[in-house]
């Protein structure tokens, strides 16, 4: 329900006989504005009087923190002046409010179009193009008549629950759209970008970013569907105008797919010149199933107990348990000899120091490995291809196929190595007969060396 203007005191205080406007600085522009609150003081001490004329003020006031924020003063900040300006008015309840606001941003639309220069044919003021279009644009946000295709981008971000590299891909796709927009010359608010648009976008998009590849296209493609299927979800938008919007992935022959380690190479790699830790890391892989990351990211307190905790990989929502080989008992008890709970089995492939790079825990690990694995000639790559065919994830899919010859059961196989699955899970919580079943399947896996 809304406030009525004689008692809503947002961004009001008294001060004296009079009604004061107060606005937070954020704390990284303490410095740059030299206080933690931007006041302005009205000549009223009518709450209602204070209320109509405030949200010109506050306006004001925030538009000073954002010349703090960007010195430059860049286009992109006339948008996102206009989209905050957009916010307070949909906040708005009061008629009157409403007014005080809308006459404040005719009065920035008019200080953005610049001075009159002459006159149109219709005898109408004629100002500077590039000003009268950033007036006009400036307005029409500014008045909820138009909005930014990436408004809600920001709270879109924070409801998502993915890697720092999915992120990366959102906000990279975001860009390639509106490039395109501005070089096509198409209209980048929601209200008129519509399936037509999109069609368009999806058809030059692989000249725009210089690849054919399905996979690689499909991957932004994808973000930027998801962003709008949020936005439909509330009501944001009519339709996700992506749907439908993919690229064909040709189907791959046998010759072409990346497949498990033969017996033969398995042997070359766990018998050949590798570093310990190398030689540690291949075993695990071959003996558990588990991919790179999890098992790099392994703490001692992921390995008691008689089985190993993996973090959540992919798509899955949380930890889960995998019984330790018998061959690996040996090198568990070495690894985490000594160590504290949270100290890695891995130390010798650390995580970045940076917290903003986008590369996983096990990226070095991952160059190790490959460099290990041509160095000892197991290499499988076709032409046109970058990736190998025979790669650290054929051990996962060798365990696969080692666990099948042994006539293991597809679900518990399944079930170990986490692939989707109907109603089971080895979760952290996970006990009893499904935990057993998933130690028999693991013990019937063994490597084809002495």
């Not at 590299?165 to 929601?190: G, H, Q």
């Not at 493609?221 to 938008?237: A, P």
């Not at 992921?302 to 690996?328: M, V, W, Y």
């Not at 952290?428 to 998933?438: D, F, K, T």
Request: charged share 30%.
């Amino acid at each position: 329900m809304a406030r009525p203007a004689k008692s809503d005191k947002r961004y009001l205080e008294q001060h004296g006989a009079k009604w004061r406007i107060v606005v937070a600085v954020p704390r990284n522009l303490h410095k740059a504005l030299g206080t933690t609150k931007l006041k302005h003081t009205l000549d009223t001490d009518s709450l209602a009087e204070a209320n109509r004329q405030k949200w010109a003020v506050v306006a004001q006031l925030q538009a000073q923190i954002e010349t703090a924020r960007n010195p430059q003063g860049k286009p992109q900040d006339l948008i996102a002046e206009a989209q905050k300006l957009a916010a307070i008015r949909r906040a708005i309840k009061d008629d009157d409010e409403e007014d005080g606001l809308d006459a404040y941003i005719m009065q920035r639309v008019e200080e953005i179009a610049g001075d009159i220069i002459g006159e149109e044919r219709d005898k109408s003021p004629k100002y500077a193009p590039e000003r009268e279009a950033a007036a006009k644009t400036f307005a029409g946000i500014a008045t909820g008549q138009k909005t930014p295709i990436d408004a809600h981008r920001e709270r879109y971000q924070s409801q998502l629950r993915v890697k720092p590299r999915t992120i990366a891909d959102d906000n990279r796709a975001m860009k390639y759209l509106l490039d395109w927009c501005k070089a096509e010359d198409v209209s980048p608010f929601l209200e008129t970008f519509g399936k037509r648009e999109a069609i368009r976008f999806t058809d030059d998009f692989p000249a725009l970013i210089g690849t054919h590849q399905p996979r690689t296209l499909n991957k932004y493609v994808r973000r930027l569907g998801s962003y709008w299927k949020w936005m439909e979800g509330r009501d944001e938008v009519s339709a996700n105008v992506w749907q439908g919007r993919t690229y064909t992935i040709p189907l791959q022959t046998d010759d072409e797919k990346e497949r498990p380690f033969t017996d033969d190479e398995l042997k070359r790699l766990l018998s050949g010149p590798a570093s310990p830790e190398m030689h540690d890391l291949m075993r695990i892989a071959a003996l558990s199933g588990a991919r790179l990351d999890a098992i790099v990211c392994l703490r001692a307190k992921d390995c008691k107990d008689g089985n190993f905790t993996f973090k959540p990989q992919k798509k899955e929502t949380s930890f889960r348990l995998c019984p330790i080989h018998p061959a690996l008992v040996d090198i568990v008890e070495r690894r985490t000899s000594g160590l504290s709970n949270d100290d890695s089995i891995f130390p010798e492939w650390p995580p970045a120091k940076s917290r903003k790079t986008l590369r996983e825990h096990s990226f070095k690990a991952s160059n190790h490995f490959t460099a290990y694995r041509r160095k000892v000639g197991v290499d499988d790559t076709r032409e046109g291809n970058r990736r190998s065919r025979a790669n650290f994830h054929s051990f996962r899919r060798w365990f696969i196929t080692a666990a099948e010859r042994a006539d293991q059961p597809e679900s518990i196989i399944a079930a170990v190595v986490d692939h989707k699955r109907q109603g089971m899970t080895l979760g952290v919580y996970s006990a009893g007969p499904l935990l057993e079943q998933a130690r028999r399947c693991l013990e019937a896996v063994k490597l084809p060396i002495d």
